[in-house]
């Protein structure tokens, strides 16, 4: 019996065998280039394909034909980066009954962590904003690609106070603390206005606690200044 070329083909081992192994060699190219890309985010920079290449010891044309352009791969490597984010950003507040000093730790906390990790975070910032207005995918879904930590942050804190005010007012100054505790005011007091991250830090806490300290009907929490604040860090 005659057996066709299509049918020997989809049953020869060895040209299955060949077959998987040409997939698994794209893969590890793949991988090799994402982690290039998370080697060099993580060093503080926002690269080109070709640095990317070089990295990964591969030709920009190879790194071309798996992400046609920067913003796929850059995509790709925040994904595969801050993947394990989410750990190291789980909410960490002492035991406290005053919102005003578990909203100062908070964000001293929350934003350490951000230094920590700043070349990352300011690499999903840059991409979420990239993709916000090149068109390359809806704003919502551009808007999602930062994963938004601080809320969790911000609800663990505020928790003693869910029933001194009505509710309203809590959400806005929920809102209100997720303008200061985050990248935007640091990046803003860093390359803006010129201070370092720790100054940066102090400022921060200085407005949490004074949104705080306001809002709330009665509190116990001191409104130190910025300049307390950096002795009170120093001490």
């Known amino acids: 019996m005659l057996v066709s070329s299509s049918s020997y083909a989809l049953e020869c081992p060895v040209m299955r065998r060949t077959s998987s192994g040409r997939q ?37 044309a190879t790194a071309y034909r798996y992400f046609p352009d920067q913003l796929s791969l850059l995509g790709a490597a925040l994904r595969d980066g801050s993947a394990g984010m989410g750990e190291g950003f789980q909410p960490g507040i002492p035991d406290s009954a005053d919102p005003v000093e578990r909203v ?16 990352l975070v300011r690499a999903v910032m840059a ?10 995918m809806p704003r919502e879904e551009a808007v999602a690609v930062r994963p938004g930590f601080r809320r969790a ?9 869910q029933g001194d005010i009505d509710p309203a007012t809590l959400r806005l100054l929920k809102l209100a603390l997720g303008v200061v505790m985050g990248p935007e005011a640091l990046v803003a007091l860093e390359d803006t206005l010129g201070v370092g991250s720790a ?16 809002t709330l009907p009665s509190s116990s929490g001191q409104r130190r200044g910025p300049r307390e604040e950096a002795e009170s860090r120093g001490s």
Do not use: H, Y
Request: a negative charge; proline letters at 5%.
């Open 24 to 60: 698994n060699q794209k893969e590890r190219t793949r991988r090799a280039i994402v982690s290039a890309a998370v080697t060099l985010i993580q060093a503080g920079r926002l690269p080109s394909i070709s640095e990317v290449a070089d990295e990964a010891l591969v030709s920009p």
């Open 127 to 136: 991409l979420s904003l990239l993709r916000s207005v090149d068109g390359a």
């Open 153 to 161: 942050w911000i609800d663990e804190a505020l928790r003693p106070a």
């Open 104 to 119: 100062d730790r908070a964000t001293d906390a929350f934003l350490g962590r951000i230094v920590d990790r700043e070349p």
């Open 199 to 214: 100054e940066a830090i102090d400022v921060c806490r200085w407005m949490a606690r004074t949104l705080t300290s306001a």
